[in-house]
């Protein structure tokens, strides 16, 4: 599994992280998954700091074998900027990618 950039490009592994950020909103009312049909999901998970994350799950076949899947971070949103909330909420999330 690769960790690099928040995103992981195996299905099996991409499907392991989504059920770690789903144990870890468990109370929040987030049900992320990967994409029911051929398709790309965006997330947007708020965190407690003032920062969201915007989460994308993708699972494509684009024919001839040719296919992508897999999730990642594609960015933070927030509305002032905190560099401390943001390094906090990285490190929050390498645990769970």
């Known amino acids: 599994m690769s960790n690099s950039n928040f995103n992981i490009r195996d299905y099996d592994d991409a499907e392991n992280a989504i059920s770690d950020l789903n144990c870890v909103f468990d109370e929040k009312p987030y049900d992320?998954?990967?994409?029911?049909?051929?398709?790309?999901?965006?997330?947007?998970?708020?965190?407690?700091n003032g920062i969201s994350l915007w989460?994308?799950?993708?699972?494509?076949y684009y024919g001839g074998?040719?296919?992508?899947?897999?999730?990642?971070?594609?960015?933070?949103?927030?509305?002032?900027?905190?560099?401390?909330a943001i390094l906090e909420a990285?490190?929050?999330?390498?645990?769970?990618?």
């Open 32 to 48: 992320i998954h990967m994409p029911f049909a051929e398709e790309t999901c965006d997330w947007v998970i708020e965190l407690e």
């Open 55 to 60: 989460v994308q799950t993708e699972d494509e």
């Open 90 to 97: 990285a490190k929050w999330l390498s645990k769970v990618f």
């Open 65 to 84: 074998g040719e296919y992508s899947s897999g999730v990642s971070l594609e960015g933070f949103i927030f509305d002032n900027y905190d560099k401390d």
